[in-house]
């Protein structure tokens, strides 16, 4: 981040701080009284002729219970997701977050396909929600079909498969982490 982004967020911190207030209907001086920062300074922070620190925005974060970030802001810049989709085995996986991890997420289209099935196992733990056309899914000894707005999550150490359930392209959107933390999301019996 540099400098100018840096600067556009604490300026931008009074108006946060404005909003966070006048949206829990706490005054001035109700904020003043909870954080010991006088009200002449709590009203130049919001009208930005007073510049936050740590001193200031610690005590407010507190006293409106919010996180220390709902008052700080995030940093602006392009939030889109530019990353090339990849296709493998009739397997389009295009991906929906840039940041780093163990978790990642996809917008995934499998073509129809006549491959014979193999159930596989892993550390993990995955989620999927049905866009459009039929998913089956492979789990243990059970053959599940998913159709549009349904949705399921499943330990991947349990051997699965899944693939298009029907003659046209199935579109999902699917949530995989190795370290197995679950979405709570359950498909439909």
Not at 121 to 126: A, F, K, L, N, Q
């Amino acid at each position: 981040m540099d400098d100018e982004s840096i600067a556009a967020q604490i300026a931008g911190i009074g108006e946060r701080l404005r909003a966070l207030r006048t949206e829990r209907n706490v005054t001035l001086r109700q904020l003043s009284d909870s954080t010991g920062v006088s009200s002449s300074t709590l009203s130049r922070l919001e009208a930005g002729k007073r510049r936050a620190n740590l001193d200031l925005i610690l005590p407010i974060a507190r006293a409106l219970s919010v996180p220390l970030d709902e008052l700080i802001g995030q940093p602006t810049g392009d939030p889109r997701v530019r990353q090339t989709a990849r296709t493998v085995c009739g397997r389009t996986l295009i991906p929906l977050s840039q940041v780093p991890g163990n978790r990642r997420t996809y917008k995934m289209i499998i073509q129809p396909t006549e491959e014979t099935p193999q159930q596989r196992s892993h550390d993990g733990y995955e989620w999927m929600y049905v866009l459009s056309g039929r998913l089956r899914l492979l789990l243990g000894d059970r053959d599940i079909q998913l159709t549009t707005g349904e949705a399921a999550e499943f330990d991947t150490r349990v051997p699965h498969w899944f693939g298009c359930g029907g003659s046209m392209p199935v579109e999902l959107l699917t949530i995989f982490s190795e370290q197995g933390e679950r979405v709570h999301m359950k498909a439909k019996n």
